[in-house]
């Protein structure tokens, strides 16, 4: 039989089928042929015949309470619900019968009965599934009248800032209640009462104050207007969509922009969005009125100096200045003065673009971006063992996961969508075992999921952590010596393990160092190794260390051992912070790789590099960011070309990074907002949002999506025409006409996307690298058979204690993460009602400490460290342990990496974050550095709205 083409704009009422059997029956004398396991509705649907449905479907289970979808099946007695009820071979079915079609307009009657006539002034009008089954079951008049009890006069719940709850309009048909369960995993809501008393409830509280995280599920699952988005009352019904892919983290979640002309009304996830499948988080969902914000830069700005007012200016006057800059610094100071940096938040082809000018215009590989700052430990590491610098798996490789190791990593708050995946997977039975400093949600905050061992470290032991587990394993006999054999170097295996089994590896000699007990460290190693198919997730908290890079190699190290990599549900997985770290990366960012990873000093590389660009290429690799920021301070560093990055806010040691840009003649900012490097810049190219550009972003497994113009970019270019245009002026013109044109060449120079396209990618909606001959639908699963680089290497992880030590003066230690409803530096998020959240970043601190110091909650408290200072407000909360504080970096005001020093990975110069020796007092005002900060900052930003604002009314 023909595989099944289904739809993505059809609901078919319930889930697939993953079964192999086919099922054959009669619907309305059809023969459809269908997977075992699905409903009769779901077989109907596949045939076109669509059964009446309120309460249900696809993203959800069968629930079977509206009684709209009965049917008649030959032999059996009664009238099923065809959404609960399984296909069976040789059944015969009937969807409309005169009997059915009186017992679904009585139920309709009744349903309208209890429900507001206003369709004509309602905001769900024409785009309401009341409305649709109503007239799809042919209900002409309602004989009940509103003289006896109803609920038309419930009051609307108007608290959370995105959607409206309207309880008079609610038919109770459980969708919102069990999207919260099924698909978030929050469970936030429930029907209380029974009855003609049943309702939707939050926990008695209105949504605001509940337990909901506004990831939009309850309101995508709402078939009537009881839940509903503000911006679509506000704006109508949508009447066009664009398929696009979110901007924020590296899950790459795949939405419909629903517009109205130039206008979005909604994003709506795509259901077969292939790494999101249709589920969404209150960022994506929500959070995308940055787009048209009005402290959005629309026109270029130029000045001479930093002291200097900002002058507004034309495309061709700010593009002529900063080239004619660039090209005066070239000849005073030679090309190693002038570097670039690309982003994560960039697209692929900006990225290329962007290090295609430093490295062809100028002949030097002073390129870098801040996936380097994150995550290039991930590509270090993982090169080294596996010979891939990404991920092995994809998110839906967690369904078949028996045991998950989450390792540094907060997947509620930094991956949202993908965290309620693997919720899935826990409440179904999967082990847990979290290896974090805090009290992560998964551990603290997350119903019907407990995880098996919480393994609390101090900060910066993880390779000490990594050593111990290992010894375990190596010790007890849990090694799967047949796949080493096989599918490893033996001789570097046999090297670690005669390492790992050293007496000082083992957890009792480390217990004391990583602060763990060392049975519950024995416990979980036995568990990661014989527990079944094992996983490791990980993100910041492993790579953001001074043995960032010595981590990632030790949890590879761990994998190979056990046998848990090339086959579905374990692997290897890096959880990327933005939406594409994993691009920057590939699309060569980093000044020693050219695009997929290879060498500069490489011959043939290079050559083929210089033939398609027609420009001699250099083989020294080049500056980092730390190194263009050191030569800066000491003033032989001149000029910098910054696209889509802000470095003052989240590069560490924020003091120096400041010194560093004043000392620079020429730096160019490119973004949307004049952000705080733009404090600092000379020219400022105003940048175009996600809604407004074409191209590719690559998630966190590898998945190369489209991201889709929908409206016209408001500074009038996409950024990778912005850089050819500054290109072009500088004497090299790119000649790209459409940002296709820019993948077509990274796919002719990269192996990994030599099958890539956007025509591919707009018939398969997504592809997973690599994609070439060999792979011309993508790798979903990497290193099956054989690793990338032949037989796996092992490496030996000896634990070096970091250099930020705790002392008399120091004695907390301050690590750093993320939050839900804000991303990265927060200059999107902080422009959209996700403040209504978190206004603030905060200082967690354990009770013990804070009774110390005389700290009492909310209090301002100075932080202290040996690279600055500055002030947050307390929160006490026993979520983090005694001896360690937590923030988040959201806000820049915060000043969170004014007191986070210059330490770094050892092989990546990946800023140490997580660790930074610090002291903390109560006080009563903020710090120097943020009265100066606030001075300086809003006079910028004040000015540079004064003249947009002049512009607009000339």
């Not at 997730?537 to 953001?544: D, K, P, R």
């Not at 990946?910 to 120097?928: F, H």
């Amino acid at each position: 039989m023909d595989e099944i083409k289904y739809n993505p704009k059809t609901d078919y009422g319930t889930p697939k089928s993953q079964s192999t059997k086919q099922i054959t029956l009669t619907v309305d004398d059809r023969q459809i042929t269908v997977p075992d396991g699905v409903s009769i509705m779901h077989a109907a649907a596949v045939a076109g015949v669509m059964v009446p449905k309120l309460c249900a479907t696809d993203s959800l289970e069968p629930f079977g309470s509206c009684r709209l979808c009965l049917v008649e099946i030959e032999g059996r007695r009664g009238y099923p619900a065809s959404c609960t009820t399984p296909v069976a071979e040789g059944l015969v079915v009937h969807t409309q019968t005169p009997k059915l079609a009186d017992i679904r307009r009585g139920t309709m009657e009744l349903y309208i009965s209890d429900h507001p006539l206003d369709c004509l002034t309602c905001a769900t009008n024409g785009d309401c599934e009341l409305q649709d089954m109503a007239g799809a079951v042919g209900l002409r008049e309602v004989r009940y009248g509103y003289d006896g009890e109803n609920h038309l006069k419930s009051a609307k719940d108007e608290s959370n800032p995105y959607f409206t709850f309207d309880p008079s309009k609610c038919i109770v048909c459980s969708r919102c209640v069990r999207a919260c369960e099924e698909t978030q995993g929050t469970f936030a809501l429930t029907i209380s009462g029974r009855g003609f008393d049943s309702k939707v409830s939050a926990g008695n509280k209105d949504f605001m104050d509940s337990e909901c995280v506004s990831c939009g599920a309850c309101v995508q699952a709402c078939p009537t207007a009881t839940l509903i988005e503000k911006t679509v009352i506000e704006a109508g019904t949508p009447e066009h969509s664009v398929t696009t892919t979110c901007a924020y983290c590296g899950v790459g979640c795949s939405f419909d922009a629903e517009m109205k002309g130039e206008e979005v009304v909604r994003m709506t996830p795509s259901k077969n969005g292939g790494a999101n499948h249709g589920h969404s988080c209150v960022k994506g969902r929500f959070a995308w009125g940055y787009a048209t914000h009005k402290d959005r830069i629309t026109t270029p700005m130029i000045r001479k100096s930093i002291n200097d007012p900002w002058q507004q200016v034309g495309w061709d006057e700010a593009i002529s200045y900063a080239a004619s800059e660039l090209t005066r610094i070239n000849a005073q100071y030679g090309k190693d003065a002038i570097g670039g940096i690309t982003s994560s938040r960039c697209t692929n082809e900006e990225v290329y673009v962007t290090q295609k000018l430093i490295r062809a215009v100028f002949g030097v590989n002073n390129v870098d971006t801040c996936a380097r700052v994150c995550h290039s430990p991930t590509g270090y590491g993982l090169k080294q063992t596996l010979g891939e610098s990404a991920g092995t798996q994809t998110f839906d490789s967690v369904m078949n996961s028996d045991v998950i190791l989450i390792i540094g990593a907060n997947p509620t708050d930094g991956h949202p969508v993908f965290a309620s995946q693997m919720k899935r997977r826990l409440r179904a039975g999967a082990k847990l075992i979290i290896a974090d400093p805090r009290e992560i949600d998964l551990v603290a905050n997350s119903p019907h999921i407990r995880a098996d061992y919480h393994l609390k470290l101090r900060p910066g032991t993880n390779v000490a952590l990594i050593s111990a587990l290992a010894h375990v394993i190596v010790t007890e006999g849990l090694v799967q010596e047949d796949f080493v054999k096989a599918r490893c170097e033996w001789d570097s295996f046999v090297a670690w393990q005669d390492f790992v089994a050293k007496p000082e590896n083992s957890p009792e000699a480390l217990a004391d160092e990583i602060g763990v007990k060392a049975e519950d460290v024995r416990a979980a190693a036995r568990l990661y190794a014989t527990g079944g198919n094992a996983a490791i997730y990980y993100g910041l908290g492993v790579t953001e260390h001074s043995q960032g890079s010595t981590t990632v190699m030790g949890i590879a190290n761990l994998a190979m051992a056990t046998a848990n990599i090339g086959r579905e549900g374990v692997g290897v997985n890096p959880l990327r912070g933005q939406n594409n770290v994993q691009g920057s990366c590939d699309m060569g960012s980093m000044p020693h790789e050219f695009p997929g990873y290879r060498h500069v000093s490489d011959y043939a590389t290079r050559a083929l590099f210089e033939t398609a660009w027609d420009r001699p290429l250099s083989s020294e690799p080049g500056l980092r960011i730390p190194n263009m920021l050191d030569q800066a301070s000491e003033g032989s560093f001149k000029a910098l070309y910054c696209v889509g990055e802000d470095i003052v806010q989240s590069d560490p040691d924020t003091q120096h990074v400041t010194h560093a840009l004043e000392n620079m003649e020429c730096v160019i900012v490119q973004d949307l907002f004049l952000n705080e490097t733009a404090m600092y810049a000379h020219v400022f190219f105003p940048g175009a949002s996600f809604l407004e550009k074409n191209g590719t972003f690559t998630n966190a497994e590898r998945r190369i999506s489209p991201v889709r113009r929908v409206m016209k970019p408001k500074n009038g270019y996409e950024d990778w025409e912005v850089t050819a245009k500054l290109s072009e002026a500088l004497g090299y013109p790119m000649g790209y006409k459409h940002a296709s044109e820019i993948m077509d060449e990274i796919a002719r120079l990269t192996p990994t996307f030599h099958g890539v396209s956007f025509k591919k990618l707009d018939e398969l909606g997504s592809i997973q690298w690599p994609c070439n001959e060999e792979h011309p639908n993508g790798t979903p699963i990497m290193h099956i058979d054989e690793f990338v680089r032949g037989k796996g290497k092992f490496f030996i992880t000896q634990y070096v204690p970091t250099t930020e030590k705790v002392n008399a003066k120091f004695p907390l230690i301050l690590t750093t993460g993320r939050i839900l409803s804000q991303y990265n530096v927060g200059a999107q998020t902080r422009r959209t009602q996700n403040t209504a959240w978190h206004p603030e970043d905060m200082l967690e601190i354990h009770p013990h400490d804070a009774e110390d110091r005389g700290i009492n909650d909310g209090d301002w408290v100075g932080i202290t460290s040996r690279a600055g200072e500055t002030v947050l407000r307390a929160k006490i909360t026993e979520r983090v342990q005694a001896g360690v504080v937590y923030t988040t970096f959201h806000h820049p005001e915060s000043g969170a990496n004014v007191i986070t020093t210059d330490n770094s990975d050892w092989a990546t110069n990946c800023p140490e974050y997580k660790v930074t020796a610090v002291q903390i007092t109560r006080v009563s005002q903020l710090s120097d550095w943020q009265k100066h900060y606030k001075t300086f900052s809003e006079a910028q930003i004040a000015f540079a709205n004064r003249k947009a604002d002049a512009v607009k009314v000339g």
